[in-house]
Each structure stands twice: as structure tokens, then as C-alpha cells.
């Protein structure tokens, strides 16, 4: 079975910066495509980057320009780069691989790991 571990997340002043990361265990094979989600209280989680193999990004409009997805296909990990962060980005931050089916990234594995929480306050 596949294990997420997120890590990174932190308390953060608005317009700062946090760097996540994701390594996934356990797998015999390479994930093709990644994907981060966030999910805040009260919220259902949303895909907010995805990334190919080929590290072809996207990302859902309210983190264009502000986010950075990227991968280390060696080493099976994902990083997202959050700059300029404000406090609609408060959240917990997932990993998980995920499948383009319709046109849409869907999450691959139905197991999450524990996420990391990101706080953007002053």
C-alpha cells in the first residue's frame, strides 16, 4: 500500500512563502501524475496543482501565479512553492497521485495521508 507523507505547512504572514513537500513509500512503480489538494473547515478539498511526468503543470485559478508545483521522479516526491500567500489559502494540504479521466485530475488513491496545515495569518 502506498504511503503519503506531507510536510511543510506552518503559520505564515500574509504575502509570505512555505514550501511543501510530499514523498510517497511503498510503491513498485512510478507515480505518473501528482496532484496537491487543500481542504478548510467547513470545505470540501479541491485540487489546486497538478503536475505530469513530463512536469506539465496546472493549476486552479485562484493560485495561478502564486504557486509552484514540482517533482523529483527519482526520488517519488512532489513539492509545492507557495508564494504570496493570503488567508483564503488557509488550509490542510494533501498529495496524491492522480488520473486525468473527462478532462479533470481525480485522485488515484483513496487512502490520504495526515496533510500538513497551512495557517496565513497576521
Known amino acids: 500500500q502506498v504511503r503519503l507523507v506531507e510536510s511543510g505547512g506552518g503559520l505564515v504572514q500574509p504575502g509570505g512563502s512555505l514550501r511543501l513537500s510530499c514523498a510517497a513509500s511503498?510503491?513498485?512503480?512510478?507515480?505518473?501524475?501528482w496532484g496537491w489538494f487543500r481542504q478548510a473547515p467547513g470545505k470540501e478539498r479541491e485540487l489546486v496543482a497538478a503536475?505530469?511526468?513530463?512536469?506539465?503543470?496546472n493549476y486552479v485559478d485562484s493560485v495561478q501565479g502564486r504557486f509552484t508545483i514540482s517533482r523529483d521522479n527519482v526520488k517519488n516526491t512532489v513539492f509545492l512553492l507557495m508564494n504570496s500567500l493570503k488567508p483564503e489559502d488557509t488550509a490542510v494540504y494533501y498529495c496524491?497521485?492522480?488520473?486525468?479521466?473527462?478532462?479533470?485530475?481525480?485522485?488515484?488513491?483513496?487512502?490520504w495521508g495526515q496533510g500538513t496545515q497551512v495557517t496565513v495569518s497576521s
Open positions: 496524491n497521485a492522480v488520473y486525468d479521466y473527462s478532462g479533470s485530475y481525480h485522485p488515484q488513491y483513496d487512502h
Open positions: 511503498g510503491s513498485n512503480f512510478a507515480i505518473n501524475a
Open positions: 503536475i505530469t511526468r513530463g512536469a506539465i503543470a
